[in-house]
């Protein structure tokens, strides 16, 4: 079965250095999206990306946070300069347009620490 | 924020059905009332949707109340993998459309 997978699954870094989260969705899919769980708390959106523009964002997604998708496989969030309140659990989804109803699959997660 | 209302948590004994309630009243013709759940840790898995009829799949059935404003998810024999904590969203579910998750309900399946 198809899965959405995420890399890597933890990592640690140093607050205001750069980080780059790691998505392929699944491979017919064309809708995408990252959200995240400061631990503890609700799952939150972040933004959502259709066509290779961002179809909406969320007020947490501020000038620090980007996403791309730079082929034909690959989904990325990159946070420019990491505070500490970005600790969390980063899980990022996809949908097919195509199908009836809106069913997001979502990856493992990649745990986010900044030190 | 979330449209709906759940219990925080809830306990069931193994090998029982665990029914979760979620009232929506405010819930709008054209929503669809999905489920999902979050194993410890883990991404959100899809569990099920329907829009006014009861549905089944593999994993539960969904039974919608006749006007809508409520609904029960229902486990028909859990075990302890189904220990997670389960969310019940209303959202039109078309397009790009995110999913806004609310705090759930935390199922405790009980040996």
């Known amino acids: 079965e198809p899965e959405v997978t995420q890399t890597p699954s933890h990592q640690v870094t140093q607050m205001g250095q750069e980080v780059i989260l790691r998505c392929v969705p699944i491979?017919?899919?064309?809708?995408f999206y990252w959200y995240r769980q400061i631990l503890g708390q609700k799952v939150e959106f972040l933004v959502s990306?259709?066509?290779?523009?961002?179809?909406?964002k969320s007020e947490i997604f501020d000038d620090q946070f980007s996403v791309e998708r730079p082929d034909g496989s690959n989904f990325t969030l990159k946070i420019r300069s990491t505070k500490l309140e970005d600790s969390a659990m980063y899980f990022c989804?996809?949908?097919?347009?195509?199908?009836?109803?809106?069913?997001?699959?979502f990856g493992p997660g990649t745990r986010l620490t900044v030190l | 924020d979330a449209k709906t209302t759940q219990p925080p948590s809830m306990d069931c004994a193994e090998g029982r059905a665990a029914n979760l309630p979620c009232n929506h009243s405010t819930i709008s013709g054209n929503e669809y009332v999905y489920w999902y759940r979050q194993i410890h840790s883990q991404g959100p898995q899809y569990i099920i949707h329907g829009l006014k009829n009861n549905e089944t799949n593999e994993m539960a059935s969904l039974i919608i109340t006749e006007d809508r404003k409520s609904s029960t998810l229902i486990l028909p024999h859990a075990t302890l993998r189904d220990t997670a904590v389960y969310y019940c969203?209303?959202?039109?579910?078309?397009?790009?459309?995110?999913?806004?998750f609310g705090k759930g309900t935390r199922l405790h399946i009980l040996p």
């Open positions: 491979s017919n899919h064309l809708y």
């Open positions: 989804a996809s949908t097919n347009a195509w199908r009836p109803y809106n069913e997001q699959f």
């Open positions: 969203i209303v959202r039109v579910g078309l397009g790009d459309d995110k999913i806004i």
């Open positions: 990306f259709y066509n290779n523009e961002i179809s909406e």
